[in-house]
């Protein structure tokens, strides 16, 4: 057992480092999503946005900024930092004891390994988000029979075909989706049923961000398209597109409302959700 504090102090630095590495990968993707993203989406609906919409967004976008530019850029200094301040103590400590080189080496490595483990894992949570089922499907399914009968067979499913680089989509999750899910909160017989295509990582990111509660399926994008064609007839893919099935395991809705209109909303899947068969 080493005993030095030089040694324990140089080696904590370096287990730190590639945290910190992570932490600014981790603020530069949220940056492109929550920065980049929302500015694209302002340029693009420039003339459908009012002038208190577009400062809403870019009073966000502007904070948010400051904040995650604040943070790459404390933390690359804090890196720089660490790694004067690891070789000094290593340095120290090679003058204090000469020591072999491989018992040092193989506590620094374990100590490297035990924090990044920690840091992976802390990053990797959203299985254990309340409410949010991740479901795998056959890569050959092209309609929701299956899929209904598996997973959804006696209720009503709010079905929605999103992106994960999807402006409107994202919208929809920030602003509109949870009054809907609180709304028939108690209600055991409505799914809610999330069919995305993309990058894997962001759907991911973005359930946790939108904390999206329900059923979510990602899909290679042939898939989401023969799936997306066969249910709504359409041979252009428009996201996001919202469909019902009843309670039979019927597509009722192939345009369905999306959650901001509300209102409508909330009448087609009471129609639905209050058939008598």
């Known amino acids: 057992m080493i ?24 603020h530069y993707l949220d940056w492109k999503k929550e920065v980049r993203e929302e500015l694209i989406i302002v340029v693009q609906n420039l003339y459908t946005f009012t002038k208190d919409q577009k400062a809403n967004i870019l009073d966000r976008v502007f904070v948010r900024n400051q904040a995650l ?23 120290r400590y090679q003058k204090q004891t000469k020591p072999k080189v491989w018992q040092p080496l193989l506590y620094t490595i374990g100590m490297v390994a035990c924090f990044l483990s920690i840091k992976i894992f802390a990053l990797n949570r959203v299985d254990s988000i309340e409410n949010v089922n991740l479901i795998s499907i056959n890569p050959n399914t092209s309609s929701f029979e299956e899929i209904y009968n598996t997973h959804f067979k006696g209720s009503v499913v709010d079905v929605d075909f999103w992106g994960t680089t999807c402006g409107p989509c994202l919208q929809e999750f920030r602003n509109f989706t949870k009054p809907l899910k609180e709304k028939y909160r108690t209600r055991k017989d409505i799914k809610y049923l999330y069919v995305a295509q993309g990058n894997e990582y962001l759907w991911r990111e973005q359930i946790k961000k939108y904390n999206v509660e329900g059923n979510h399926i990602f899909i290679s994008e042939d898939q989401y398209a023969k799936l997306y064609r066969q249910s709504t007839k359409d041979s252009t893919i428009l996201m996001p597109r919202y469909l019902i099935i009843d309670k039979k395991g019927k597509l009722v809705e192939s345009n369905a409302k999306r959650p901001s209109d509300r209102d409508s909303l909330y009448v087609q899947l009471e129609k639905y959700l209050f058939e008598i068969y």
């Open 3 to 26: 005993k030095s504090p030089y040694f324990w102090l140089a080696a904590l630095m370096v287990a730190i480092i590639p945290c910190f590495i992570i932490d600014i990968v981790h």
């Open 69 to 91: 530019m604040f943070l790459m850029y404390v933390k690359s200094f804090a890196i720089l930092l660490f790694v004067v301040g690891s070789s000094y103590f290593f340095w």
